[in-house]
């Protein structure tokens, strides 16, 4: 078959995607294979594709493709996530772009709004992702309010409510004042803000003096109960255990005496507000203070601040300073750079709030999912994140599981009465209505039950996510879970850890007795060249979309890879992207060049056998080492690999020494070997480079209807080679260079002979001389006579050639000198840095015999370059 000119990226890659999914060539059902599973992380329901999920998910189709080869039944389940706070947000929006408030409308009219908005947008980012190439098992796709998947949910709840292990109290909690709900701790963001430290004067009662205490929030003195100092603090002790008051509204307050306060911090005097700080709070607690929260649910003021009521907060701040000010109770004001919590889903400024919520009682849940991360039962890739997730499991804290909103799993809670416990917990309102008849003893009606309005946080359905996809909570028995679960590879950001693959570990142990997955890729984040995360906001993120319109998808996850390591940032460039593209014609024009041969009947050469029997030991010398990185997770590493094993020693040597020449035939038994060594290179380039490498795997040879290379065996690879033909063509590889380098500077055009003269021939087999010979455009290929002139010179591995020019003088010139001085000045410093670690006793005793063995020939092989570069430097003067 034909190849077009040119990769035409677009007009491929939707052929290949119809291919796919008419063949349903990913989808997965539960055989005798060995299964390999992938769970999606779930993007947001009102997602779409951004530089991130283009990199984490590129990652998790290199690893489930490469499983699909290797014979595996590959399963990769796709899905999306309700995210109740950002797609009520978003409805809300819509709603209000309307005319329509949320107060006006009913639960139900409001769900039927959100699920008109999900249906219209909900699909988008799994439209991209397949363009993407992504090989989900579509047909598996997931959405966490599905009706079996909340039906999970909420068995989860129950069971864990009975179990003792969800409580609901009374407790300090992030709240955002925009999104009015209660946020987890791993669901703030901390940043550096320019603020004001306030010096206020507080009078002791029945005294002229004051104490002064300094806050960045005037406004909370306005719920503040006592004051504290350090015990042993003794400027303040003339103050212990008086009474304060506090300015503007005249409450009289205790000064308690706890060494929790900070003596260097500030004044040393702390104001004590315990419903609008966590600190405050506790201290509250060990002293039996008043919480009087003056906070509405929105940020404003309300009736119990006694002043300013139904101010914003931020106002009320500036309000309160003018009002201090003229009392003569402000000080002095002073600049502070502070951290602050900021909502991550409305970037709204946290307020510590007491409130009623529901919690999940971690401290139990916790101990086999640290256990079993620090044995390396499930192993982190790159392990360094083990530290954090150590320290985050060894510190956790309840995790409050209730959002007020109501888009979401609602909270199978149903009240019966006003009482702290006239509620029953059931996973529906007939179950519920049994328990209250049987809890009151009365003959309640359904009507007489109230469900909690309150809904479950997200991540109280994503930390199911790899059992409630194949049923397991349902069902733990059912043939889906046993056969997929646990799943062997998550892919994942480190910002989640604590929000997701931690609670996933948890959920894992605690309705399954077993891990979740076996190992956990981490990504890191993608910044522009100036190390910046990319954000809307900063206008630095491109439209993945629109790259891979103009590089193509293939080029564009070859960008995206090249420069990313395991856990450390990408930088992303797009010149990596027109890296990529590049590359697709690099291995396009590769295969159009060999299907332009016309061959003949002839036997291959020695010298074509040679070649061959080298391009095969590198295809399975870079195929074995790419395995043992893959077992790493060095997914980068793996694809610089393939890639200079394609760009250098597949087009710019093999295919230039294996081509006829102009008009002349090529053995068909070659072009034949030619061939199935492109297929194997083909076969590992596939997990990164789907479309082109089945595009050109399928024009390889008559495939039959339903075949792909996604499902073609991946290659088998020899571990044993001949060292001695690696090192001949490394140093023919050496050789090489120099000789194009030398023409490039001379300006001597290929088709212009040249004869290379050697002072020694250290080629061990005779066949390469010819394809030495015929990749350069050699004359000869001749022992080294002292005699001549005019020549120039070249050291490779310690051994001086020389070439001459038929058609002029190739004598060293200034520019020549100074290159081989150069060149003495960097062999002087690699010896001294070699010699300066063999003088290294500590080194040489406990360094393995074989390296220590490795930097003494490093010193030889300087040591006779420098010689042979002093001597190449005396010629020239």
């Excluded at 019966?416 to 209250?436: I, P, Q, R, S, W």
């Excluded at 039950?449 to 028995?477: N, R």
């Excluded at 001085?821 to 080194?843: C, D, H, M, P, W």
């Amino acid at each position: 078959m034909t190849l077009a000119k040119n990769f035409e990226a677009q007009q491929i890659e939707s052929k290949w995607l119809d291919y796919w999914s008419e063949h349903a060539l990913y989808e997965s059902k539960p055989n005798q294979k060995e299964a390999h599973t992938i769970v999606i992380p779930p993007p947001n329901v009102t997602g779409i594709l951004h530089m991130g999920h283009m990199l984490n998910n590129t990652i998790q189709d290199v690893l489930i493709r490469r499983a699909r080869q290797e014979g595996k039944n590959a399963c990769w389940v796709p899905g999306t996530d309700h995210a109740s706070i950002a797609t009520e947000a978003k409805v809300l929006k819509m709603l209000a772009e309307k005319g329509i408030q949320k107060k006006d409308l009913t639960r139900e009219a409001f769900l039927t709004h959100a699920l008109e908005w999900k249906d219209k947008h909900g699909g988008i980012i799994l439209e991209q992702l397949k363009r993407l190439g992504c090989s989900c098992d579509w047909s598996r796709t997931k959405f966490t309010m599905d009706k079996e998947m909340t039906q999970a949910v909420i068995k989860t709840f129950v069971d864990l409510y009975e179990k003792g292990f969800i409580y609901k109290g009374i407790r300090m909690v992030n709240w955002d004042p925009e999104a009015q709900t209660a946020v987890s701790d791993e669901e703030v963001i901390h940043k550096e803000v320019d603020s004001s430290l306030y010096h206020i004067k507080y009078q002791i009662k029945n005294s002229s003096e004051c104490i002064v205490i300094a806050t960045t929030r005037p406004e909370t003195l306005l719920g503040d109960t006592a004051i504290a100092i350090h015990p042993k603090d003794k400027r303040f002790k003339q103050h212990h255990r008086k009474t304060a008051i506090v300015p503007l509204i005249g409450r009289e307050i205790p000064i308690i005496l706890d060494e929790y306060v900070d003596k260097e911090f500030g004044t040393g005097a702390l104001k004590i507000t315990p419903a609008h700080d966590i600190n405050d709070y506790e201290l509250g607690l060990k002293h039996n203070l008043n919480s009087i929260d003056i906070l509405n649910d929105d940020g404003t003021l309300n009736e119990k601040a006694e002043i300013l009521i139904g101010e914003d907060r931020f106002i009320a701040r500036k309000k309160i300073a003018k009002l201090l000010k003229q009392q003569n109770a402000l000080i002095k004001t002073e600049p502070l750079k502070n951290k602050v919590g900021f909502s991550e889903r409305t970037d709204a400024v946290i307020e510590p709030k007491l409130s009623l919520q529901w919690f999940v009682k971690m401290d139990e849940l916790s101990k086999p999912a640290l256990e079993n991360v620090m044995n390396d039962n499930i192993k982190f890739h790159p392990p360094k994140f083990k530290n954090s997730y150590k320290h985050w499991m060894e510190n956790i804290k309840d995790w409050c599981i209730s959002r007020q909103l109501w888009w979401g799993q609602q909270i199978p809670a149903f009240y019966y009465g006003d009482g702290a416990n006239d509620f029953v917990v059931a996973e529906n309102k007939t179950l519920a209505l049994e328990k209250a008849q049987k809890k009151t003893k009365k003959p309640l009606k359904g009507s007489d039950l109230k469900q909690d309005p309150d809904v479950l946080d997200t991540w109280f359905s994503s930390w199911l996510w790899p059992i409630s996809v194949f049923g397991g909570i349902k069902d733990k028995t059912n043939k889906e879970i046993q056969y997929y679960y646990p799943t062997q590879d998550l892919v994942t950001a480190p910002e989640i850890m604590f929000f997701w693959v931690a609670r996933m570990i948890m959920a894992g142990y605690a309705f399954m007795g077993e891990k979740p997955f076996e190992n956990v890729y981490y990504t890191g984040i993608v910044r522009d060249k100036q190390r910046r995360k990319m954000s809307k906001s900063l206008g630095n993120s491109p439209d993945p979309i629109k790259l891979m319109e103009k590089y193509g998808t293939d080029a564009v996850r070859v960008g995206m890879l090249l420069s990313s390591p395991a856990g450390n940032d990408l930088l992303f460039d797009e010149n990596l992207c027109a890296q990529g593209r590049n590359f697709s014609n690099k291995i396009w024009n590769a295969y159009r060049l060999i299907c332009s041969w016309n061959t003949n009947e002839e036997q291959s050469s020695e010298a074509e056998k040679m070649a061959i029997d080298w391009m095969t030991q590198r295809i399975h010398k870079i195929g074995y080492e790419n395995n043992a990185l893959y077992s790493q997770y060095r997914l980068s590493d793996v694809l610089m690999n393939l890639y200079k094993l394609i760009w250098d020693d597949f087009c710019a040597l093999f295919l230039e020494l294996i081509k006829p020449g102009f008009e002349q035939t090529i053995s068909e038994k070659t072009t034949k070997d030619v061939k199935a060594l492109f297929e194997n290179i083909l076969k590992q380039l596939h997990p990164f480079m789907p479309f082109i490498t089945e595009e050109l795997w399928s024009n390889l040879e008559s495939r039959e209807k339903g075949e792909s290379i996604s499902t073609a065996a991946w290659p088998k690879f020899n571990t044993t080679f001949n060292q001695k033909l690696s090192e001949d063509f490394i140093l023919f590889s050496g050789i090489t260079s120099h000789i194009r380098t030398i023409r490039k500077e001379k300006n001597i055009g290929f088709k212009t002979p040249i004869p290379l003269y050697f002072k020694e021939n250290n080629f061990v087999h005779p066949n390469i001389i010819p394809l030495l010979k015929k990749i350069n455009n050699l004359s000869a290929f001749d022992k080294y006579d002292e005699k001549a002139s005019g020549l120039l010179s070249f050291i490779e591995q310690n051994q001086e050639y020389f070439i001459k020019n038929p058609v002029g003088d190739l004598s060293e010139n200034t520019a020549d000198i100074s290159k081989i001085q150069e060149e003495i000045n960097y062999t002087k410093g690699f010896l001294a840095s070699v010699e300066k670690k063999l003088a290294n006793e500590r080194f040489v005793q406990n360094a393995p015999e074989k390296v220590v063995e490795l930097e003494q020939k490093k010193k030889e092989d300087a040591l006779q370059k420098l010689k042979l570069l002093k001597k190449q430097l005396s010629t020239c003067n």
